[in-house]
């Protein structure tokens, strides 16, 4: 459960790092961030957010309230008594912003790249904040949910070797759909890693010929 609650915590942070935002928005964009199929309610982000809150790590913002024009009377002319204020409607939505403390705490977070990081719980929010973290951090957690998905695949495979022949043609059928989405995360991640790593090569490359001095000109005589 607690891990469940750190990956939200993390979603929220990343996201409010980009820009303040009240919580319905708030709320549209983690289930953009993480799919409908994984979508948090109302009873699960605000107690998430009032614990941000209460640690420092993001504050509250009231907007101005919401006003509205008074009812006119009381003039023949239909115009409210001079001197007459203007009612307060409803309250305006509280945005949420990242402390300073917050940015820290999510630099922290995502600069990590234990198991927590490559799990299913926490993977995809992790990748998904890629864009916020550095290099050789995205490699080890595609790396190391690679590993981990490998390790998977040949658990199931020895699996349905052993029980091949008593299971129904319904339950190997789901068996071996379970196994196909494991091999195209794999290929996938196959893919991604490459990617990083020819970008890694291109910047030590890079770095390479700046720090070879430049040929020094001879001198005429």
């Known amino acids: 459960m607690r891990s469940r609650s750190n ?5 929220i942070l990343g996201l409010l790092s980009a820009a303040p935002l009240h919580g319905y928005e708030l709320r549209k964009r983690l289930n953009l961030l993480l799919g409908s199929f994984r979508a948090f309610s109302y009873g699960t982000l605000y107690p998430a ?3 941000l809150v209460a640690r420092g790590l993001i504050e509250t913002v009231d907007p101005d309230p919401v006003t509205t024009a008074r009812p006119a009377t009381g003039t023949a002319t239909g115009r409210p008594p001079s001197g007459t204020k203007p009612l307060t409607g409803r309250r305006g939505r509280i945005v949420y912003r990242l402390t300073a403390d917050g940015k820290e705490h999510l630099q922290t977070t995502l600069s990590s790249a234990g198991p927590s990081a490559w ?3 926490s993977f995809d929010v ?6 916020q973290t550095d290099a050789e951090t995205r490699l080890r957690i595609l790396e190391g949910r690679r590993t981990r998905l490998t390790e998977r695949l040949e658990a199931v495979r020895e699996s349905a070797a052993r029980t091949r022949e008593r299971l129904d043609e319904y339950t190997l059928e789901l068996q071996r759909h379970g196994l196909e989405q494991v091999e195209r995360e ?3 991640l196959d893919g991604l890693i490459t990617t990083e790593r020819d970008r890694a090569s291109s910047r030590d490359k890079t ?3 700046h720090d ?3 040929p020094r000109n001879k001198e005429r005589g």
């Open 7 to 11: 990956v939200l915590e993390t979603a």
């Open 49 to 51: 957010l009032k614990s």
């Open 119 to 121: 799990e299913d719980e």
């Open 126 to 131: 992790r990748f998904a904040l890629f864009a």
């Open 186 to 188: 794999v290929r996938w």
């Open 207 to 209: 770095a390479g010929t």
């Open 212 to 214: 070879v001095p430049a």
